[in-house]
């Protein structure tokens, strides 16, 4: 079930729980041994505090659900100094998901992060749709991209995951640049920008209006990015976008991922991501794969 | 520590809007406090998405079951309402933290909105001293198993349609100016729970509230259900929902 990402990262098997809807790892130990997934990424992490958006934040919508928490974290400093002691001995890789408002505060970060032996990873967030003058300016044109994934690559040597907006009208072309600019691997996808009115009260059902869909309802739309992304580029493609079982997982492995990160369905079953892991392992068992990394990019079309 | 299991419907018993749920699980209960909350699984509803979060009006661990008590308000807690005898939900408990119990001898008053009676039960039931109710409502039927409250203990009521107890507000009852408290429980609409904290301050009376806010991970991972407090924002469901007013911007 081992996947190697390349520089370093090497996953016991391609199920990893997204950043933003797994903490810490630590709100999830009740329901999952940790020992049980290649990865977890850790909440989006900036250089400096931010307390986020006002409430409300989250609205459910069919078969998802949108939300515009807005990066609220402690700041880098502040995941060194008290988060990271407390997760750092996981029997599993631990990735921290950076994200910034502008380049200095990337490079920074990145910098800090660099040092901590037991993150092998950082997930680069260019990509969060919540945040005004947020990473999503880096992570919608090709010199955006270009600009904060080299500028990190100079200060961060382990493997830099890029996270990708699908924001954005050709995904192919920002996932190219992202790997001219150094990338070891790319992440996809994002929340997709979206809205919900309150029709009874004529208001927005989230504070800042608008926020990023995730859940089930996104799948279609980030498997087929995948499909383009995977065959745009070299580098290793993580899926995400929707996944909740271990069909949704194999099919994004299918579409071009080498491994794939689970969301908002860890909110609906703390558990789901290590019968994931699990239900994986019985598919290639099933259909004869004796490596799981023979899925990535076998669709048959 | 926390628990995800199915759970057994054993009993049902419908109060116009609202339904009784007693829930059995098979496996011995974890410990659950009194103003601690649980995430149900709302199958086979499409426009329903995540879990709800309920509070736990009564535990009974001899027998591994919670009752829960839920409005039926839109289509995820309808169709919680519409579960069978025999059918089961797939439940993670306990999770939040509780009220804070009374020491010995304090004077308790459980002030409940609505179906924000519903976790003050339970928190009467853990509770070494006699504890005081005041329950609002809208109307009479709003108020649900009046006579297991008045089991436990003295329980005042108001309607604001005048049609069981004194008319009007919680806030209005005459029990305020009969009675002295020492410690002041709430749950309900947040505006009476507002209301309540301003007597409570007025008085210099040690007061928590339980916060209801849109959730989605009931655990703290996602942040979304946060309350701007005097120490920033907090997640309801993890840091809450039980918060002293001295912790609210309120």
Sequence with gaps: MTIDLGRGLVL????????????????????VDLSQLGGIIVKGTTLNPREGNPYPRMAETPSGMLNCVGLQNKGVQYFIDNIYPRIKDF????????????????????????????????????????????????????????QVVSEVRKVYHKHLMVKLSPNVTNIAEIALAAEAAGADS???????????????????????????????CVKPVALRMVWQVAKAV??????????????????????????????????????????????????????GFQKVSELTGSLDA | MKQIADFTLVEKECFGNAVLLRLRGERPLPEIAPGQFVQVRVDGSPSTY?????????????????????????????????????????????????????????????VGGGIGIAPLYYL????????????????????????AYRALGDTFVT?????????????????????????IYVCGPKRMMMAVADIAK?????????????????????????????????????????????RLKW
């Design chain 1, 12 to 31: 016991r098997n391609p199920v990893m729980t997204a950043s933003g809807t797994f903490g810490y790892g630590e709100e999830y130990t009740d329901f």
């Design chain 1, 91 to 146: 029997d599993t890789n631990v990735l921290l998901n950076l994200s910034g408002s502008c380049l200095d505060d990337y490079v920074k970060g990145a910098e800090k992060v660099d040092v901590l032996d037991k993150i092998p990873a950082i997930e680069l967030n260019v990509s969060c749709p919540n945040v005004k003058q947020g990473g999503m300016a880096f992570g919608v044109t090709t010199t955006g991209i270009s």
């Design chain 1, 186 to 216: 790319v992440s996809l996808i994002n929340t997709l920008m979206g809205m919900a009115i309150d029709a009874e009260h004529r208001k927005p059902k989230l504070s800042v209006i608008t926020g990023g869909l995730s859940g089930a």
């Design chain 1, 234 to 287: 070299k580098i290793p493609v993580v899926g995400l976008g929707g996944i909740s079982n271990a069909t949704d997982a194999v099919e994004f492995m299918l579409a071009g991922a080498s491994a794939i990160e689970i969301g908002t369905a860890n909110f609906i079953d703390p558990a789901v991501s290590v019968k994931v892991a699990e239900g994986m392992r019985e598919y290639c068992e099933r259909h």
């Design chain 2, 50 to 110: 995540l879990r709800r979060p309920i509070s736990i009006h009564d535990v009974d661990s001899d027998k591994n079951e919670i009752v829960l008590l839920v409005q039926m308000v839109g289509e995820g807690t309808r169709h919680l309402g519409n579960t069978n005898v025999g059918e089961s939900l797939n439940i993670v408990l306990p999770l939040g933290n509780g009220y804070t119990l009374p020491e010995k001898e304090e004077r308790v008053l459980l």
């Design chain 2, 124 to 147: 009467g039931k853990c509770m070494d001293v006699k504890p005081a109710f005041l329950l609002g409502g809208k109307k009479a039927s709003d108020l649900v198993r009046l006579e």
């Design chain 2, 159 to 183: 309607t604001e349609d005048g049609s069981l107890g004194e008319k009007g507000m919680v806030t209005m009852h005459s029990v305020w100016k009969e009675r002295e408290f020492d410690k």
């Design chain 2, 202 to 246: 007025a008085n210099g009376v040690w007061c928590e509230v339980s916060l209801e806010h849109l959730m989605a991970c009931g655990l703290g991972a996602c942040l979304c259900c946060v309350e701007d407090t005097v120490d920033g924002h907090l997640c309801v469901c993890k840091e809450g929902p039980v918060f002293n007013i001295r």
